[in-house]
């Protein structure tokens, strides 16, 4: 059980162009989820919390109105990388809140290349 | 700020032979504490996790230490075995502030000699 599903698992777009990933809770419902952010060697960096019905939280630093968040049912929350250009090129990853409110489910993570 | 980071960047050992992974923390307010295993081009995956009213707590092979006196934290793999190499990241969270993402150290790599 608690299994989260990305897609795509990775992507090459062109510069400006946007993106969007999608984060799936595929066998329980999740109010909460989160996208992190992990570039080479490094560690998972925090973007933003997202929930179900109302608006993401952004972290200090994440432009909200580059990477749109919606979370529009209790199993899919989605990620768009608007006008997207190299920098953005990264390793994004979504978790999902369990039930017991402190368990973080993973997703596999999602390649993005800009060229 | 706060942050949760990790003494060593690299850990290289024997198949067979232990394995100790640290980590240290910085906010005293944190109570939970999870280890997580990450492979290249995969997500974290869970391994285990403590709460701050216990200082040990054991799984399949593996240990975690909680040191609150220090702010310290430790992942004891027993019997490394090549499929553990891997990035290890400890991660925490305080779970009466409100805030429900978790703060990720930097990381340890694991590499498995055979």
């Given at each position: 059980?608690?299994?989260?599903?990305?897609?795509?698992?990775?992507?090459?777009?062109?510069?400006?162009?946007?993106?969007?990933?999608?984060?799936?809770?595929?066998?329980?419902?999740?109010?909460t989820?989160?996208?992190?952010?992990?570039?080479?060697?490094?560690?998972?960096?925090?973007?933003?919390t997202?929930?179900?019905?109302?608006?993401?939280?952004?972290?200090?630093?994440?432009?909200?109105?580059?990477?749109?968040?919606?979370?529009?049912?209790?199993?899919?929350?989605?990620?768009?990388?608007?006008?997207?250009?190299?920098?953005?090129?990264?390793?994004?990853?979504?978790?999902?809140e369990?039930?017991?409110g402190y368990?973080?489910?993973?997703?596999?993570?999602?390649?993005?290349?800009?060229? | 700020?706060?942050?949760?980071?990790?003494?060593?960047?690299?850990?290289?050992?024997?198949?067979?032979?232990?394995?100790?992974?640290?980590?240290?923390?910085?906010?005293?307010?944190?109570?939970?504490?999870?280890?997580?295993?990450?492979?290249?081009?995969?997500?974290?995956?869970?391994?285990?996790?403590?709460?701050?009213?216990?200082?040990?707590?054991?799984?399949?092979?593996?240990?975690?230490?909680?040191?609150?006196?220090?702010?310290?934290?430790?992942?004891?793999?027993?019997?490394?075995?090549?499929?553990?190499?891997?990035?290890?990241?400890?991660?925490?969270n305080?779970?009466?502030?409100g805030r429900r993402a978790?703060?990720?150290?930097?990381?340890?790599?694991?590499?498995?000699?055979?």
């Amino acid at each position: 059980g608690a299994v989260v599903s990305q897609h795509p698992s990775w992507v090459i777009c062109k510069s400006g162009t946007s993106v969007k990933i999608e984060c799936r809770s595929l066998d329980f419902q999740a109010t909460t989820m989160f996208w992190y952010r992990q570039f080479p060697k490094q560690s998972l960096m925090l973007m933003a919390t997202s929930n179900e019905g109302s608006k993401a939280t952004y972290e200090q630093g994440v432009e909200k109105d580059k990477f749109l968040i919606n979370h529009a049912s209790l199993t899919l929350s989605t990620l768009t990388v608007t006008s997207a250009h190299p920098e953005d090129s990264s390793f994004y990853i979504c978790s999902a809140e369990g039930a017991r409110g402190y368990e973080q489910y993973f997703g596999p993570g999602t390649r993005l290349t800009v060229t | 700020g706060e942050s949760v980071g990790l003494h060593l960047p690299t850990l290289s050992v024997q198949e067979g032979d232990n394995s100790i992974i640290n980590c240290a923390y910085s906010n005293s307010a944190s109570d939970y504490f999870i280890w997580y295993k990450q492979e290249s081009g995969k997500g974290p995956q869970f391994i285990i996790d403590i709460r701050s009213n216990m200082d040990k707590r054991q799984g399949q092979r593996v240990t975690v230490l909680l040191n609150k006196t220090v702010k310290h934290l430790s992942l004891q793999i027993a019997a490394t075995q090549p499929g553990d190499s891997a990035v290890y990241f400890c991660a925490e969270n305080t779970q009466g502030s409100g805030r429900r993402a978790l703060t990720f150290g930097s990381g340890t790599r694991l590499q498995v000699q055979p």
